[in-house]
């Protein structure tokens, strides 16, 4: 016969809070630019046989000290790690074209760079999400926005990426309207984060965006069942 618990032995666990500190540890504290060339490397499930490239655009640690590789795909700057969808692709690791080396982990080089980095710009905590650190766009990387059914949809050229106290990356899109000298640089008052004017943000590389400026029939097509979704 089991021993009846008193109250003051039964423990609470609140799950929610669990989980925001779970969320908390996951979240981006600083970024690295890929200047050298490095990949991911995918699969299809449709295609298992052969992988595919993508550059990496950056390199990101992770408050828990996890440092991985990050690249534009589908409605995020999403790290390599998380890709594990049948259909859009699996990661199978990160690939140095110079060497042909296929490897798991973040350079080492690359993990003392965010090390040092962060330790470095030590932010304060507060109550909302603040500004830490914004890097160039180096891959052409285009965003195709839409905002209703009704609107037509936009193929804009993405700026650059913003990393925010909360963890949030937020790609810099370009407002022609607002454009007041050229070329646009940081901190011009015609860039504005995606999300912020666009209830939905999808991203490509420039190679498949140039595709779509071309009205190439088998990629519009993949583009319309995308988005019918």
């Known amino acids: 016969m089991g ?17 925001r500190r779970q969320q908390a540890k996951r979240r981006m504290v600083r970024l690295a630019p890929e200047l050298d060339g490095l990949e991911m490397i995918y699969h ?35 790290s390599c790690h998380e890709l594990n969808d049948s259909e859009h692709g699996h990661f199978v690791g990160y690939r140095d074209p110079e060497t ?10 690359k993990v003392l760079e965010l090390e040092h980095a962060a330790a470095y710009f030590d932010y304060e905590e507060t109550s909302e999400p ?27 050229q993405v700026f650059g990426w913003r990393l925010f ?14 454009v007041e000298s050229t070329p646009v640089l940081a901190g011009d008052a015609c860039l504005y984060p995606g999300h912020s004017r666009h209830q939905v943000v999808y991203f490509f590389q420039r190679i ?8 190439d029939p088998a990629t519009l097509e993949a583009l319309a069942l995308m988005v019918a979704r």
């Open 3 to 19: 021993i009846p618990l008193s109250p003051r032995s039964a423990q609470v666990i609140d799950l929610d809070v669990m989980r």
């Open 44 to 78: 299809l499930a449709s295609d298992p046989d052969t992988l595919y490239g993508m550059p990496l655009l950056a390199w990101g640690l992770r408050e828990d000290g996890d440092v991985v590789g990050l690249v534009p795909w589908m409605e995020a700057l999403t």
């Open 100 to 109: 042909e080396e296929v490897f798991q982990s973040a350079p080492e080089h």
């Open 130 to 156: 603040t500004l830490i650190q914004q890097l160039p766009d180096t891959l052409g990387t285009h965003a195709l926005c839409m905002d209703s059914d009704e609107q037509p949809w936009q193929l804009k």
């Open 165 to 178: 106290s909360d963890g949030e990356i937020e790609a810099l899109l370009v407002d022609e309207s607002q």
């Open 208 to 215: 498949i965006a140039n595709r779509i400026k071309q009205e």
